[in-house]
C-alpha cells in the first residue's frame, strides 16, 4: 500500500509527464492504461468506472483530446491536494543524507526517483509501462541514462540539467551515491536500499543507517608491545587528525595474514573511544562487493562523515581493491566515455581520493609491496604487523584459554607461547574450537594449533627452549658469566657475539642467560626461517629479521649461522654471495645486541668473524665438569668411569635421562654412565682445542 507521501510522488512524476506529451502519442495512451489500472492505488475519484474505461480506450487507437486533458486535470488537481503532506520515514532519510552532502534539491530528488524505482513496484511498474517500452527506448538505451528527456520529465528538468547533474565531477558521482558508465547509463549505489528497508526502530542516522560498524576488539593495546613504537605513533597520529580535522590522513597496516591488522583497527578505536566503520565488507545480499561497489562504498563514507570529529574508516584487505587499478577505475569514475579517458587520468582521481579523504582511513593489506608505489606514497604512515614476541604471545595465550574456560597453568601457557610461533587469530581459533571439544584441554588446544601451524609455515619442528644455565657446566676459555656480568654493568646497547662449539655445549642456553643480564627478551631465527628459494627473498626475511628485533627491541640471536655466513670463497651462485652480504651490511649497523651460534665455526667467512665484538668458543667438558654433571641430572655419584668420556656435553646428559626414564634405569649408575659412553662414542666430531676465544673484534 502506497504511503501518503510515495502517493504525493507518483502524482508529481504523472503531471510532469503529462506536461511534455503529445495527446495522440503511443505514451499518452500507456499513460492513461496505466493510470486506469493503477486508479485504485492512486486513490483517483473521478476514475471509479476505470475497468469500463480501460475497454472503451481498447477500442480505440489514441486517446482523445476530451479524455487526455480531463486526465491530465485530475491528476493535477489531486497533486495540488496531496502538496500538504509529509515526507515518509525513507524520503526523510534521503533529504537528511542531501543535507549531510550539501545535494542539490534537484539531486535529491533524483536520488528519491532512482531509489523509489529499486524499492516500490508502483515506481518501477510506471516507468516500466509507461516510458521504457517507447520513444527513448526504441533506441535500445536503458531508461535511466544521461540522454534521456523522459527522465528529465519526470523530473521537471530540462536534458541539459540532467546531464550536468550527473557529470564526473558532480556531487552525485563525486560521492559514490550514482555510478555513471561508458555509454551514459546510470544507477544508484545499492547500499542506499538501506534508507528504505531499515525499519522504524533504525531511526534517522543517515550514518548508522549506511554503514557497518566494526565488531569491538578481541585484543589488548598491550598485546601490540611489540610494535609499541609503531603503535603509539598511529595512535597520536589519528587523534590529532580527528581534533584538527585534518584531511588526507591514511595509514597503512601490513603483514602476513593473520598477525592482528584488523584487531588492531579495531582495538585503537576503542582505545580512542571512537566509531570505526568497515567499509566494503559485503554488498547489501551478504555477497563478495566488486572492486567498484568498494570503492564507490568508501567514497560515499568519505562524504558522509566527513564533518564527524568521531568517526574512523577501515578499508580491509585494500590489494583486493588496488591489484588492477586501471580497468576497475576507469569504469568507477565515468572515464573513457567514446574513448577519450585514457588510465593515467584513472590514475589522478584515485590519489586525490586519498589526499583529499575527509576521515582518517586505515588500510590493510598483505601485500604491501605489491601495491603501486603512488599509492603507497600517500600514505601518512605505515606501520608493519609482525608475528609476536613471546612475551606477548604468553598473555595472548593466557586470554584465549581463559575466554574460552580451558583449564590451564602458567608452564601450559609458556610452552605453548615457545613451541608455535603463530599469530593471535590462530590462537583465538585453536581455543575455540578445543572447546567445542568436550570443553576442551590444552592437549586438545596443541593439537589444533599445529595442524594450523603445519598447514600456514610448513612442518617445522617448534622451536625449543634451551636447557637451564649452568655456569659450571661450561667450558670456555672465557668466563661467560664474567663476561654477561661485564655488559650488564657497562649497559652496552650495541654489541655482537659469536659462540662456537659442538652441538650441546649450551651456546643457546648461555645466550638466553646474557639476553637476561642485561634485560632484554630474545628473539630467535633459525637459517632455516630465513633461507627460501626465491632469489632476492633470503636477503628481504634477513633484513626484516634485523628490523624485527630493533623494533621490538629485542637480542636478536641467529641459530645454524654458518649457513648464513658460508665462506664466499667456495660459492657456486650468486646468492650465496648476496645473503652474506646482506647479513655483513646489517650487522655493521644493527643498533642492539645480536648473536650468531653455530657448530661449525671453521665454515664461516673469515670476515664476518672481524665484524663480532666478542668470539666464545664452547668445548666438550672437562673430566671434573662431567661428574659434576652427572649430579646435577641424575642425583647420584657418578662412576669412575664419567672422568674417562671423551666429548661429552651437557646435551648429552638430558638426552641420556630422557631415555633413562622411559627405560626405567634413573636410578642405575652404571647403565646411566653406559649411556653416556654410546652417546659420545656415536659422535663423528673426537674432542678438540677451543677455536677461538674472547676478545676484541
Given at each position: 500500500?502506497?504511503?501518503?507521501?510515495?502517493?504525493?510522488?507518483?502524482?508529481?512524476?504523472?503531471?510532469?509527464?503529462?506536461?511534455?506529451?503529445?495527446?495522440?502519442?503511443?505514451?499518452?495512451?500507456?499513460?492513461?492504461?496505466?493510470?486506469?489500472?493503477?486508479?485504485?492505488?492512486?486513490?483517483?475519484?473521478?476514475?471509479?468506472?476505470?475497468?469500463?474505461?480501460?475497454?472503451?480506450?481498447?477500442?480505440?487507437?489514441?486517446?482523445?483530446?476530451?479524455?487526455?486533458?480531463?486526465?491530465?486535470?485530475?491528476?493535477?488537481t489531486e497533486y495540488r491536494a496531496s502538496k500538504r503532506v509529509r515526507r515518509d520515514r525513507t524520503a526523510k532519510r534521503v533529504w537528511a543524507l542531501g543535507r549531510y552532502m550539501d545535494l542539490s534539491r534537484t539531486d535529491v530528488s533524483l536520488l528519491e526517483l532512482l531509489l523509489s524505482y529499486e524499492t516500490q513496484p508502483v515506481v518501477e511498474s510506471m516507468v516500466d509501462e509507461i516510458l521504457s517500452h517507447h520513444g527513448f527506448a526504441r533506441m535500445h538505451c536503458h531508461f535511466f541514462s544521461v540522454a534521456n528527456p523522459n527522465l528529465a520529465s519526470m523530473l521537471d528538468i530540462s536534458t541539459g540539467t540532467l546531464r550536468r547533474r550527473l557529470a564526473t565531477d558532480s556531487p552525485l558521482v563525486r560521492s559514490g551515491l550514482v555510478s555513471v558508465e561508458d555509454d551514459g547509463d546510470f544507477k544508484l549505489l545499492e547500499r542506499l536500499q538501506r534508507l528504505a528497508h531499515a525499519p522504524a526502530r533504525s531511526g534517522m542516522d543517515v550514518q548508522q543507517l549506511l554503514f557497518d560498524r566494526a565488531p569491538t576488539a578481541e585484543l589488548e593495546w598491550s598485546d601490540f608491545d611489540h610494535v609499541a613504537a609503531g603503535r603509539d605513533h598511529v595512535e597520536r597520529l589519528i587523534r590529532g587528525a580527528l581534533e584538527r580535522g585534518e584531511r588526507g590522513v591514511n595509514v597503512l597496516l601490513y603483514g602476513p595474514p593473520g598477525t592482528g591488522k584488523t584487531q588492531f583497527c579495531r582495538t585503537l578505536a576503542n582505545r580512542l573511544g571512537i566509531t570505526m566503520y568497515s567499509i566494503g565488507e559485503a554488498d547489501e545480499h551478504g555477497r563478495e562487493p566488486t572492486r567498484g561497489e568498494r570503492l564507490q562504498e568508501l567514497r560515499l563514507a568519505q562524504r558522509v562523515l566527513g564533518r564527524s570529529r568521531r568517526s574512523i574508516l577501515l578499508f580491509d584487505e585494500m590489494e583486493d581493491l588496488l591489484s588492477d587499478p586501471n580497468s576497475m577505475l576507469r569504469w568507477l569514475f565515468g572515464g573513457g566515455r567514446g574513448g577519450r579517458r585514457n588510465t593515467s587520468g584513472s590514475r589522478v582521481f584515485l590519489h586525490r581520493l586519498l589526499e583529499e579523504t575527509g576521515v582518517p582511513t586505515l588500510w590493510t593489506t598483505n601485500a604491501a609491496r605489491e601495491t603501486c608505489p603512488a599509492v603507497l606514497r600517500r600514505m601518512m604512515y605505515a606501520l608493519e604487523l609482525r608475528k609476536p614476541s613471546p612475551r606477548v604471545r604468553a598473555r595472548i595465550w593466557s586470554r584465549q584459554l581463559k575466554r574460552q574456560g580451558i583449564p590451564s597453568v602458567e608452564s601450559d601457557v609458556q610452552a605453548l607461547a615457545r613451541e608455535f610461533d603463530i599469530t593471535?587469530?590462530?590462537?583465538?581459533?585453536?581455543?575455540?574450537?578445543?572447546?567445542?571439544?568436550?570443553?576442551?584441554?590444552?592437549?586438545?588446544?596443541?593439537?589444533?594449533?599445529?595442524s594450523l601451524a603445519r598447514l600456514l609455515h610448513g612442518e617445522k619442528p617448534p622451536l625449543q627452549a634451551p636447557g637451564e644455565f649452568d655456569p659450571t657446566l661450561i667450558r670456555a676459555q672465557t668466563d661467560p658469566v664474567e663476561l654477561a656480568d661485564r655488559l650488564a654493568e657497562h649497559g652496552a646497547r650495541r654489541f655482537s657475539l659469536c659462540l662456537q662449539g659442538p652441538p650441546g655445549t649450551g651456546k643457546s642456553a648461555f645466550v638466553r642467560f646474557l639476553a637476561e643480564r642485561i634485560g632484554l627478551e630474545v628473539v630467535q631465527k633459525r637459517a632455516s626461517d630465513?633461507?627460501?628459494?626465491?632469489?632476492?627473498?633470503?636477503?628481504?626475511?634477513?633484513?626484516?629479521?634485523?628490523?624485527?628485533?630493533?623494533?621490538?627491541?629485542?637480542?636478536?640471536?641467529?641459530?645454524?649461522?654458518?649457513?648464513?655466513?658460508?665462506?664466499?670463497?667456495?660459492?657456486?651462485?650468486?646468492?650465496?654471495?648476496s645473503q652474506v652480504n646482506e647479513m655483513l651490511t646489517w650487522m655493521e649497523t644493527h643498533p642492539l645486541p645480536f648473536a650468531c651460534t653455530t657448530n661449525f665455526g671453521e665454515h664461516l667467512d673469515p670476515a664476518t668473524?672481524?665484524?663480532?665484538?666478542?668470539?666464545?668458543?664452547?668445548?666438550?667438558?672437562?673430566?671434573?665438569?662431567?661428574?659434576?654433571?652427572?649430579?646435577?641430572?641424575?642425583?647420584?655419584?657418578?662412576?669412575?668411569?664419567?672422568?674417562?668420556?671423551?666429548?661429552?656435553?651437557?646435551?648429552?646428559?638430558?638426552?641420556?635421562?630422557?631415555?633413562?626414564?622411559?627405560?626405567?634405569?634413573?636410578?642405575?649408575?652404571?647403565?646411566?654412565?653406559?649411556?653416556?659412553?654410546?652417546?659420545?662414542?656415536?659422535?663423528?666430531?673426537r674432542p678438540r682445542q677451543i677455536g677461538f676465544g674472547v676478545g676484541p673484534g
Open positions: 500500500m502506497l504511503t501518503a507521501y510515495m502517493r504525493h510522488r507518483c502524482l508529481g512524476y504523472l503531471v510532469n509527464l503529462g506536461a511534455r506529451m503529445r495527446h495522440r502519442s503511443r505514451e499518452s495512451r500507456d499513460m492513461v492504461t496505466w493510470v486506469l489500472n493503477a486508479a485504485d492505488m492512486l486513490s483517483l475519484p473521478d476514475y471509479a468506472n476505470a475497468s469500463n474505461m480501460l475497454k472503451e480506450l481498447e477500442r480505440n487507437e489514441a486517446v482523445s483530446s476530451n479524455e487526455w486533458e480531463s486526465l491530465r486535470e485530475t491528476l493535477a593471535p587469530g590462530v590462537a583465538a581459533g585453536a581455543t575455540a574450537a578445543a572447546r567445542v571439544i568436550d570443553g576442551g584441554n590444552v592437549a586438545t588446544v596443541r593439537q589444533g594449533v599445529h630465513l633461507m627460501s628459494m626465491w632469489v632476492g627473498e633470503t636477503e628481504k626475511l634477513i633484513a626484516e629479521a634485523f628490523a624485527e628485533a630493533r623494533d621490538q627491541e629485542h637480542f636478536l640471536v641467529f641459530d645454524e649461522a654458518d649457513s648464513l655466513l658460508a665462506d664466499r670463497r667456495f660459492a657456486h651462485r650468486s646468492w650465496e654471495i668473524l672481524r665484524r663480532f665484538d666478542f668470539k666464545l668458543g664452547l668445548d666438550f667438558l672437562a673430566p671434573d665438569q662431567a661428574m659434576a654433571a652427572f649430579r646435577v641430572f641424575f642425583g647420584l655419584d657418578a662412576p669412575p668411569a664419567v672422568r674417562e668420556l671423551a666429548g661429552v656435553t651437557p646435551g648429552d646428559f638430558a638426552v641420556v635421562r630422557r631415555r633413562a626414564e622411559i627405560l626405567g634405569k634413573l636410578d642405575d649408575a652404571t647403565s646411566l654412565a653406559a649411556m653416556l659412553r654410546e652417546e659420545c662414542d656415536a659422535k663423528p666430531d
